[in-house]
């Protein structure tokens, strides 16, 4: 008997809990929504170098990819990193 009041305690409380944590989650006001591809990406630019806007995240901010203006058209570029220095002097 002891048993299954344990078990039904703890079920109790994950549920509870699980119900708790759900109860806390935010819906977002603007879902995301799917790129416009019928008119060519909107490029946010200088004379040579730009940003190439993909779409737009939940909170608003613009995603997309830096570019540069080459042979007449814009070019999606690769970062290349430095990768991992000591911070010793030598």
Sequence with gaps: MRKWIGVGIVSATVIGGGLWV??????????????NLTQPPQIISGADIGFRVDGVGA????????????KGEWVEVTLAGVGVRRLTAN
Excluded: E, M, S, Y
């Design 22 to 35: 759900h109860a806390q989650v935010q819906i977002p006001n603007n879902p995301r929504t799917a790129p």
């Design 59 to 70: 909170d608003g901010k613009p995603i997309g990819r830096i570019v540069l203006h080459q």
